[in-house]
C-alpha cells in the first residue's frame, strides 16, 4: 500500500511540476524565429518595386499586415486549413481526436490536426517540421505560448508572412508580386486558391513548372471550401476556366544607391516617392552619355519636386556596377565643390536685405583683397554688367563684391544652420564661397534650392510616402525668390523657355546643372571619383545638355514667368511707403547652431530693439542671449515694428 501511494505521489508530483513547467513556458514571450529577418524592398510611389534585396539565407520575404490582404484569402485560408480557427486556443482538440479515431480504424492518416497556429510555429522554426511524435507535442506546446502572447491577427500576419510559395519566394506579398504583379490587397478567386494551396508543396505545385499539379491543388482547394463558404456552381465553373501565371516575376534591380541610403539600419521595406518610370529614364539617359566619356568621369541625377521636397527620381552614379568609374560611390551624397551654383542664394541674400537693387549694375573688374585675388571662368573681365548678366553667365567679381557685403561668415553659418547643422566640419570658406569654395552634396544642394525658390514650403528632401516635409527656416523671403526665378529664366535659339544654374569647379573636376520647372527641379552633377582634373568637364557643356535631355524627356513644363510686384521691379512708389524690413538678419524662423549665445544682428540703426520684449536700447550688432531654444527680437522705428522669432541651439 506504501508503494502504490508512493507510486501515486510520483505521478501526482510530476503531472504538477509538469504542468508547472508548461504554464512557466508557455508564458514566456515566444521568440520571432524567422520572422526577424525580412527582405530590404524598395518600392515606387505607384507600389512597383524598384529595388530588392534578399535575406541573408536569400529569400525574398516582405512583412505583412492583415489590413494589406484581401479579407477573402483569410476566409479561404481558414475554410481549407482550420475551420475553428477563431476559436481554438492553438490546438484544435476535436480536429485531433478526429485525426486519432481514423488513425486507428484506418491503420494511417486520412485527416490532419495541424491548426494555422501549429503551422506558423513550424514557419517560425524549421527544426518543428519534422514528422515525430516529440517534434508534434514540441508544435502544440509552442502553438499554445504563441496563442497567449499574439492576437489572432498577428498570427495571421505571420503566416502570411513566412508561408512558402515556390522557389526562394516567402510569404503573401512577395508571392502576388512575383506570380501575379499586383499586390495581396485585391485577388480574384482563382489567384486565391492558388495562393491557399501553394504552400503545401511549394515546388510541385509550381505553375510555371508544374501547371497541371498547380490547376488540380487549386481545384481541391475550392471543392472542399465552396460548401463552407456558399460558393455558387457558376462562379466554380468560372474559376476552373482561368489561366494560372506561366512564370515567376523576379524585380530588376534600380535605385540602388537609395536602397543602400534607406536600408542601412537593416532590412525593411520602404514606400519611396520615387516615380519608377522616370526613375529608368533618368538611368538610362545618364548611362547613354556616360558611355560617351573617357573613365572615370561620372555622373548622378535628382528629380525633385518643389515645394513637397519629394524626390522622384535619384540615380547615385552611372553605372554602379562599373570599377574604373567607382559607380558604387553615391556622388549625391557626397561633399563637391558647387562652383557657381550657390550665386543665385547669394544675390538673393542680398535683395533680401536691400544691399542691392534689381537692376543694379556692377562694376566686374580687377578684384583685391588680403591676397585674394580671384579671376572669372574665362580669365576676362565685363566691365560694367547687369545683374541679370552677371548671374547668367556666372561672373564671379560681382558674386564675390556681394557676398562681401552680406558677410561670407554669417551666409555659411545660416546655411549651416539651414542644413541641420551638415556643414559644421567645414572651416569657413570666406569670399570663396562664391566660387565653390564651400562644399556641398547634390543632395544639400537642391535642399538650397527648394529654399531660394519656394520659402515656407519644403526645405529638405523626402524620400518616404510616410514622412512629412520640414519647412521651419526660409533662406529668403517670397518677393526675393520671385526676383530669382525672373533672373534666371531665358529663351533658348528655338524658343524654348528654360531656367538653370550651372557651376563648374576649379580644374573642372565637377560640372553641375540645377534646372527650374513649373513643378520639379532637375539636378545633374558630373565629375571625377577622386577630383582628378579634366579638360572637359563644365556645368554649360557637360551637365546642362543633360538635365535638359531630361526634362525633355519626361515633359516638364518650363517655369511661368513670375508677376513681380512693383517693389520688386524697384519702380518708383507712392509717397505713402509701406513699412520696409527693420531686421535683415537672422530672419524669421531661423535656426541657428552656434557655440556661444551671441546673436549677430543686422538691420536698421536708427531702430529701438527688444529681445524676448526687453529693451535693448540702441542697434547692436552681437546681442547676448540668455536662453537657448525660442527668442523674439523686436525692432520699432516710429509707426513700424518687425518681431522675428528665432530658434538657438548648442
Known amino acids: 500500500m506504501t508503494i502504490f501511494r508512493g507510486i501515486i505521489s510520483t505521478i501526482v508530483a510530476t503531472a504538477v511540476i509538469t504542468v508547472g513547467a508548461l504554464a512557466w513556458y508557455t508564458n514566456q514571450p515566444p521568440e520571432l524565429g524567422r520572422l526577424a529577418a525580412a527582405s530590404g524592398v524598395l518600392r515606387s510611389s505607384d507600389g512597383r518595386i524598384i529595388n530588392l534585396t534578399l535575406t541573408d539565407k536569400g529569400f525574398w520575404r516582405e512583412p505583412v499586415r492583415i489590413e494589406e490582404i484581401d479579407p477573402r484569402l483569410v476566409e479561404v485560408l481558414i475554410a481549407y486549413e482550420d475551420q475553428r480557427y477563431w476559436q481554438h486556443s492553438g490546438i484544435d482538440l476535436r480536429a485531433a481526436a478526429r485525426a486519432g479515431i481514423n488513425l486507428i480504424k484506418y491503420g494511417k492518416v486520412t485527416s490532419g490536426a495541424s491548426t494555422i497556429t501549429m503551422q506558423t510555429v513550424r514557419l517560425l522554426n524549421t527544426s518543428l517540421g519534422k514528422r515525430t511524435f516529440t517534434t508534434k507535442l514540441r508544435q502544440m506546446v509552442e502553438a499554445i505560448r504563441l496563442e497567449r502572447h499574439w492576437t489572432k491577427d498577428k498570427i495571421l500576419e505571420a503566416y502570411f508572412t513566412l508561408a512558402p510559395y515556390g522557389g526562394n519566394i516567402e510569404g503573401v506579398k512577395a508571392a502576388t508580386d512575383a506570380w501575379f504583379q499586383k499586390s495581396p490587397a485585391n485577388l480574384t478567386l482563382n489567384e486565391i486558391a492558388l495562393l491557399v494551396a501553394l504552400p503545401q508543396s511549394p515546388e510541385r505545385r509550381r505553375p510555371d513548372r508544374f501547371p497541371h499539379a498547380a490547376y488540380e491543388a487549386k481545384q481541391v482547394v475550392l471543392d472542399k471550401v465552396a460548401p463552407r463558404l456558399n460558393f455558387a456552381p457558376n462562379t466554380l465553373a468560372e474559376v476552373a476556366s482561368e489561366p494560372l501565371p506561366s512564370r515567376l516575376s523576379k524585380p530588376s534591380s534600380h535605385a540602388i544607391h537609395l536602397a543602400e541610403r534607406l536600408n542601412h539600419a537593416g532590412h525593411r521595406s520602404i514606400n519611396t516617392t520615387l516615380n ?15 558611355e560617351t566619356r573617357p573613365a572615370p568621369i561620372q555622373a548622378a541625377a535628382l528629380i525633385v519636386e518643389r515645394k513637397t521636397g519629394l524626390v522622384r527620381a535619384y540615380v547615385g552614379s552611372a553605372g554602379y556596377s562599373s570599377t574604373l568609374r567607382k559607380g558604387a560611390i553615391n556622388y549625391l551624397t557626397s561633399l563637391r565643390s558647387p562652383g557657381s551654383t550657390l550665386k543665385p542664394l547669394i544675390y538673393g541674400k542680398a535683395l533680401n536685405r536691400g544691399l542691392i537693387q534689381f537692376d543694379e549694375v556692377f562694376d566686374d573688374s580687377t578684384y583685391f583683397r588680403a591676397g585674394y585675388q580671384p579671376t572669372n571662368f574665362d580669365q576676362g573681365f565685363s566691365g560694367k554688367v547687369g545683374l541679370r548678366n552677371a548671374l547668367i553667365t556666372s561672373l564671379n567679381i560681382p558674386a564675390i563684391r556681394v557676398l562681401e557685403k552680406i558677410d561670407p561668415n554669417l551666409l555659411q553659418s545660416e546655411l549651416n544652420s539651414y542644413l541641420d547643422g551638415a556643414l559644421s566640419t567645414q572651416q569657413d570658406a570666406g569670399l570663396s564661397l562664391g566660387v565653390g569654395g564651400l562644399y556641398l552634396t547634390p543632395e544639400q544642394l537642391v535642399s538650397v534650392y527648394l529654399g531660394v525658390l519656394d520659402p515656407r514650403h519644403a526645405r529638405a528632401l523626402t524620400f518616404e510616402v510616410e514622412e512629412l516635409p ?14 530669382l526665378l525672373d533672373l534666371l529664366i531665358q529663351e533658348m535659339s528655338n524658343g524654348e523657355r528654360v531656367a538653370f544654374k550651372t557651376g563648374t569647379s576649379y580644374a573642372r573636376q565637377d560640372a553641375w546643372s540645377v534646372q527650374i520647372y513649373e513643378n520639379h527641379l532637375i539636378l545633374v552633377w558630373m565629375g571625377t571619383p577622386d577630383n582628378e582634373p579634366t579638360s572637359t568637364l563644365t556645368g554649360a557643356g557637360s551637365a546642362f545638355p543633360i538635365s535638359l535631355e531630361i526634362g525633355r524627356s519626361l515633359g516638364f513644363k518650363p517655369p511661368s514667368k513670375p508677376v513681380l510686384q512693383p517693389r520688386d521691379a524697384f519702380e518708383v512708389m507712392p509717397a505713402k511707403v509701406a513699412c520696409h524690413d527693420l531686421i535683415n538678419y537672422p530672419q524669421n ?62
Do not use: H
Open 589 to 650: 524662423g531661423s535656426w541657428i547652431r552656434s557655440t556661444s549665445r551671441v546673436l549677430k544682428i543686422i538691420g536698421d540703426q536708427e531702430a529701438d530693439w527688444y529681445l524676448n520684449g526687453k529693451p535693448l536700447g540702441r542697434f547692436r550688432s552681437q546681442i547676448d542671449v540668455p536662453q537657448a531654444g525660442v527668442n523674439t527680437l523686436t525692432a520699432r522705428k516710429g509707426s513700424c515694428s518687425q518681431t522675428n522669432e528665432v530658434f538657438l541651439e548648442q
Open 276 to 290: 519608377s518610370d522616370w526613375q529608368r529614364q533618368v538611368e538610362n539617359i545618364l548611362a547613354a552619355d556616360i
Open 470 to 483: 520640414r519647412t521651419e527656416m526660409t533662406l529668403v523671403s517670397q518677393s526675393t525668390a520671385d526676383q
